[in-house]
Nanobody, 117 residues
Framework: QVQFVESGGGLVHPGGSLRLSCAAS????????MGWYRQAPGKQRELVAT???????NYADSVKGRFTISRDNVKNTLYLQMNSLKPEDTAVYYC???????????WGQGTQVTVSS
């Protein structure tokens, strides 16, 4: 029943940085795996980064070395630090519980990231 509200998106120039936040309506302490997804216009939603438990992380090849996923169980917030942004990163970004929210296809509103000169 946990819901997520994404924020932090905006318009940035190539090479710029943004930090996305995902505020949960409840505790995320017991959530085993969380992740950030993105969806560009006319394209399928894709998994960008995951964090399992409190330490293990995985990234799509397209963002590896540029993005960092983290979670704060006290603040019940998931983060995505995005550096060296490229126009190809332009999309609506969503966060979710990988084992429940994704399985149920339940998504929030997301936050728009636009990378352009």
């Amino acid at each position: 029943q946990v819901q997520f509200v994404e924020s932090g998106g905006g318009l940035v120039h190539p090479g710029g940085s943004l930090r996305l936040s995902c505020a949960a309506s409840g505790s995320i302490f017991s959530i085993y795996a969380m992740g950030w997804y993105r969806q560009a216009p006319g394209k399928q939603r894709e998994l960008v980064a995951t964090i399992i438990s409190g330490s293990r992380t995985n990234y799509a090849d397209s963002v590896k070395g540029r993005f960092t996923i983290s979670r704060d169980n006290v603040k019940n917030t998931l983060y995505l630090q995005m550096n060296s942004l490229k126009p190809e990163d332009t999309a609506v970004y969503y966060c979710n519980d990988l084992l429940i929210g994704v399985r149920k296809d339940y998504w929030g509103q997301g936050t728009q990231v636009t990378v352009s000169s």
